[in-house]
């Protein structure tokens, strides 16, 4: 099958949970989820057999930042923490075209589907020269020329110098939220107030980039959290980071979850930045730099993951790839394995606002199949062989020829478990 085709059935995979199942797909969406009836001796169009592959919910990105992303090498390359990333990106950027941020972004949205990911948010910087809105506006027009292929929103990211009516320009051009960054303000409660004020003019949601710091006496995400509750606001807001949460007590991290919870905000942990970025030059034990995960989902509050920056000052590493996420959120962030996939898939769906995807009947028949046996396998790294179908449309495939001079195991007359044919022939 060839990428861009129609797949209007998937048969021989394995669910997460382990069953063997047939997948039919109608109109972008699953008709039917059921045991495995066996491929046809002669394969319909849009039939797609993968025996032994796990099928899993497309993953969605709820956290990138596309102007900035593979700018690394064009920086000045100096590793460090987060005042060390905000003036080496705030040099690159006062020389930056849109023209740049264009192409970098959409090799970043390449590596992000290739992947698995087929819905992202990236927010977006107002910068700094004559044309402050030209990053914004180059994504605005990528979204448009991708939107067949991934869903993507793109948030205006004002600094607290930024003025208003840059905001507001951005959102009348098309920008799908607002963010900001309160803990960054000499009053963030001021600046928290300013952003959901903007939030709630055009009536777009709101995320903000919440306490990406390791304080334990700067927590703003309950001033946040106050804010919505007196506001009673109906957009969705978003607090990501929120990174002093791991520094609290348990006392007081207990008044902090339950305040999130009753506002209703959706959390976003985005672990491997924050591993690089936080708790550098501390003298004794370092944090993780990871919010408190178990808190908060326990207390039943949407928390969902993601990668953040990727190879720029902010983080020289990633691979733009879920399955990093949930490998650290599982070693760094002690979730078991399906707690970590939710939050790359349903969890980082719903706090964008996106319906339902994956293997189950009327959800939007997007996945990422990966050749591996078992949930924990696909955790902690599957490999770069995979396929992506963004509603019920194959729109990636990566094939790896790997040869090692091992000699074969003493049972290599066995048949393997991921056959090379399992992507070939008009079957794949």
């Known amino acids: 099958m060839e990428v861009g085709a129609q797949v209007r059935r998937i048969t021989g995979v394995l669910l997460a949970d382990g069953r063997a199942a047939e997948v039919t797909i109608g109109a972008g969406a699953v008709v039917s989820v059921g045991p495995p009836s066996g491929p046809p001796p002669v394969p319909a169009q849009g039939d797609l ?52 941020v264009a192409r970098r972004a959409r090799r970043a949205l390449g590596q992000y589907l290739a992947n698995g990911v087929t819905a992202v948010r ?66 963030p409660a001021a600046e928290t107030g300013r952003l959901l004020d903007l939030a709630e003019r055009f009536g777009v949601p709101a995320d903000l980039h919440t306490d990406e710091q ?42 902090a979850v339950g305040e999130i919870r009753l506002a209703g905000l959706g959390i976003v942990s985005l672990p491997i930045t924050n591993l690089y970025l936080q708790g550098r030059g501390r003298p004794g034990p370092v944090p993780r730099g990871i919010t408190a995960l178990r808190a908060l989902l326990d207390a039943g509050v949407e928390v969902a993951a993601g990668g953040d920056n990727l190879r720029d000052p902010f983080n020289p590493a990633g691979r733009a790839d879920p399955f990093e996420t949930t490998s650290l959120l599982v070693t760094a962030g002690h979730l078991d ?24 009947a009327g959800s939007a028949a997007s996945f990422v199949a990966v050749p591996v046996p078992s949930l924990a396998d696909a955790v902690a790294g599957p490999g770069d062989e995979r396929i992506v179908i963004h509603r019920g449309r194959l729109v990636s495939r990566t094939t790896v020829d790997r040869r090692t001079a091992l000699p074969p195991p003493p ?14 022939g008009s079957s794949a």
Request: aromatic share 2%; hydrophobic share 45%.
């Open 49 to 100: 057999h993968l025996p032994g592959w796990l099928l899993l919910s497309a993953a969605a990105e709820p956290h990138a930042h596309l102007d900035k992303a593979l700018s690394w090498a064009h920086t000045d390359q100096r590793y460090g923490g987060l005042e060390t990333a905000i003036g080496s990106w705030r040099s690159y950027a006062a020389t930056m075209s849109g023209d740049d």
């Open 122 to 187: 990236t927010h977006a910087d107002v910068l700094p020269g004559p044309e402050p809105l030209r990053g914004i506006e180059a994504l605005l027009r990528l979204r448009e020329e991708v939107r067949d292929v991934l869903d993507l929103q793109v948030v205006v990211l004002p600094a607290p110098a930024t003025a208003d009516p840059l905001v507001a320009a951005a959102l009348r051009m098309g920008a799908d939220g607002v963010g900001g960054c309160p803990h960054l303000a000499v009053d």
């Open 214 to 255: 390791l304080r334990a006496d700067m927590v703003s995400v309950r001033e946040l959290c106050r804010q919505v509750r007196a506001r009673a606001m109906r957009q969705q807001v978003t607090a990501s980071h929120c990174v002093s949460l791991g520094c609290l007590d348990p006392g007081p991290l207990a008044k």
């Open 337 to 360: 394995a399906g707690t970590a996939l939710v939050a790359v898939t349903s969890a980082a769906r719903r706090v964008m606002g996106l319906p339902p995807a994956g293997p189950a």
């Open 411 to 424: 049972d290599s007359a066995a048949s393997p478990a991921h056959p090379p044919s399992a992507l070939a």
